[in-house]
């Protein structure tokens, strides 16, 4: 660690930690009422509610861990101290204090009712003031410099993308089909756009500094990236536009589009994997490295792979709403955004806290414990979605039947997602042992 502010960043690293364990246990609790017939707590916390408040944890514990990355990536780049570290904590108080007003809130029945955009309005408005203060620290340290690096640029650039699109969220309209096509352009646009350049920025810089590859090299494919990322992405909204009431044109724009998608995020694979190929020094950091590897792999599958399965309209069609779409959503978030953070973190927090980390037998075992059960899991609910399809799309049988038929695969999910957190429970000791360790107990 080069400069005092890039400190700052682990507090945000706790935060998001303590948020993703609280996100497993809601998943558990949620994916139990798949498979148990009474349900205890369906006064208390039915279904609904603990999956608002599982898909929430989701969000806020992975924008933890982007601002964390954040305030530890951009002191090194544009080689100054970070402009304002007690804005930085006040906005990490507030972000948190609001973070856990809304979840509490939702118990409370208080909630606006859009997945992933629960919030109620003064809650969304206290978002954006924490965006706005977080913005203007980041500005104000590069412009402090006036030291613009590729990296730096694309990170601003996903940033500022982010915090604007989260505005056509706050409004509610009449028009369900209006409402759902602006949600679209905060989820679909926020993963498949403003989040992929803001891990493209941030992938970039961790194989910079992990295996010391040519700058230009890792930003000559920045560049390609980002590029075909807003082009795909952008336009391929559209596979959220097929079946809500817009013009049909959607049908072939978002098709041909979003089925292009994968190949950035394929680039993104060749590329990881040739940097860390293309190392120059021995590489120190080996657990970062296999987390980063692990990332670009499983970006790949989740988001590309099983993305495209259900991309096309005459497959779309079929599966629409069923639980393919929780698979692929719960694939890709882990791969893409989820590992992306555990890579970040693996990579700084060593750095901050002074320790030099070679090869950590508990986070690879973690790593391979919740990639291995988060496949598990993605499969269970893609062979569960496949029965739904057939049941209740091809032969026409009711829902709650269907239901009936998928419980083994509920139960084998179940399991699976059992074995997923004990994966991250791995994780969460092996974080605060890093957290107060020393040199020599790392590398065990
Ligand atoms: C990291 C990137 C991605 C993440 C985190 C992600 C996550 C999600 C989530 C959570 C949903 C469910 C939304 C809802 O209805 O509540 C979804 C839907 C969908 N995703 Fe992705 N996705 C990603 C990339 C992609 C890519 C690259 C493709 C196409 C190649 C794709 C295709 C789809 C389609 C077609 C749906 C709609 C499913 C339906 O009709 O029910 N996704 N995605
Ligand atoms: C212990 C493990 C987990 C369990 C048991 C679990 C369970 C569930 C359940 C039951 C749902 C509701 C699906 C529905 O609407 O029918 C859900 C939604 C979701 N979960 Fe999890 N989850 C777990 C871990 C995770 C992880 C690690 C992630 C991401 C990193 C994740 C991301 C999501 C997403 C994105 C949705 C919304 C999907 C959609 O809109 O289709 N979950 N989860
Ligand atoms: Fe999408």
Known sequence: MKYETQKIA??????????????????????????WDHDPLINILPFNVSREIHINLLVVWLLFGFMGGTYYLVPEESETEIYSPGLANFQLVLFALI???????YIFRWSWGMPFLEQPTILKIGIVIVALIFLFNILMTMLKTRKWTVIQGVLLGGLVML???FLFGIFFMKNLTEQYYYWWWVIHLWVEGAWELVTGAIMAFVLLKLTGVERELVEKWLYVETGLVLFTGIVGTGHH???????????????IFSALEPLPILFMVIDTLRDVREKKIEIENKTAVYWAIGCAVMHFFGAGVWGFAHTLPQINKWTHGTQITASHGHFAFFGAYAMLNLTVIYFAVPRI????LVRNGLSLMALRTMTFSMILIALSLAVAGIVQVYL???????????????????????????GFAIGAFMYIVDFFRLSSTTSARAQQ
């Open 392 to 418: 209740q799309r091809v032969l026409g049988m009711d829902y709650l039947t269907v239901q009936g038929f998928m419980k083994l695969w509920y139960a084998v999910f179940w399991a699976s997602a059992w």
């Open 353 to 356: 806290k002074g320790v030099k």
């Open 241 to 255: 536009y097929y079946w809500i009431g817009t013009p049909h044109y959607w049908l072939w724009v978002g098709g």
């Open 163 to 165: 915090a604007l699109l």
């Open 99 to 105: 973070g856990v007003t809304a979840i509490v809130g």
């Open 10 to 35: 682990y507090n945000y690293f706790l935060i998001a930690t303590l948020l993703f364990g609280l996100q497993v246990v809601f998943g558990l609790i949620t994916g139990a009422k798949y498979v």
